[in-house]
């Protein structure tokens, strides 16, 4: 793969802040290695990417084993199958697609005492597609109480990956929804400092409407290889 990329795509989110008017430092960048090689994901690491995100555990525990000696932070981004939740409390820093609070439980219980706060996200159905998992808008508030008040999770934001589309001003209407959610349960007291939105088709609309995480894969890695299934 060609470091370089990694670059251009810094260069992509930094000019994209200060058109909006923020600090580039205050976006993260995530790398979403789902089905490249480790090496690929170290060569990013190497050249000073430090977030790495997944989508399927098994896939991600091979992964980690083989850059254990890299400090990295790891994210979990995909589904989260019950059966899954005690490997990832014990293996992720971040956790996105939270959106039941029975998955939430389980993860707080297998986190332990031992460990910093797992961080979650909510993942929040912004644009109610049946295909896609998520919260409904409505329905963000009593869950976020639900997962706020557990003991060894970190309520930080949301996370949502809006319906496709080539029209900017759908893009930043989608990603705007997702910041107004995050604003009104800031008024109802839940602390949060978090959007986890955009990918690379998008990430620049939505930096401008907020995004303190974007998530890209295609853009920093190429085509997908689509041959790994989860275990």
């Known amino acids: 793969m060609d470091i370089s990329t990694l670059q251009v795509i810094r260069n992509r989110l930094a000019q994209a802040a200060l058109a909006a008017g923020r600090d580039p430092q205050a976006i993260t960048l995530v790398a979403v290695g789902k089905t490249f090689p480790p090496a690929d994901l170290r060569a990013l690491a190497q ?3 430090k977030d790495f995100a997944e989508n399927y555990v098994q896939e991600a525990l091979e992964k980690q084993a083989a850059l254990a ?3 990295l932070v790891w994210h979990f981004v ?12 014990a293996h992720f820093d971040w956790v996105h697609s939270v959106d039941r609070a029975l998955v939430a439980e389980r993860l707080s219980a297998a ?6 706060p797992l961080n979650v996200c909510l993942q929040v159905n912004i644009s109610r597609e049946s295909s896609k ?3 409904l808008p409505e329905d963000l508030l009593p869950l976020a109480r639900a997962v706020a008040a557990l003991p060894h999770l970190r309520l930080r934001g949301l996370m949502a990956i809006p319906r496709p589309t080539p029209e900017l001003q759908q893009q930043r209407e989608q990603f705007a929804a997702v910041r107004n959610c995050l604003m009104h ?15 690379s088709d998008d990430f620049e609309p939505a930096i401008a409407e907020g995004a303190t995480m974007v998530r890209l894969g295609s853009l920093l890695f190429g085509h997908r290889r689509y041959t790994q299934r989860e275990q």
Not at 78 to 89: D, F, Y
Not at 185 to 190: H, K, P, S, V, Y
């Open 111 to 116: 986190r332990g005492e031992n460990r910093p």
């Open 47 to 49: 050249a000073g990417q």
């Open 69 to 71: 000696d890299l400090p």
């Open 185 to 199: 349960l800031q008024e109802d007291g839940i602390m949060l400092d978090t959007l986890s939105m955009g990918m």
């Open 133 to 135: 998992s998520g919260v």
């Open 78 to 89: 995909g589904p989260i199958q019950r059966n899954k939740t005690s490997l990832i409390a």
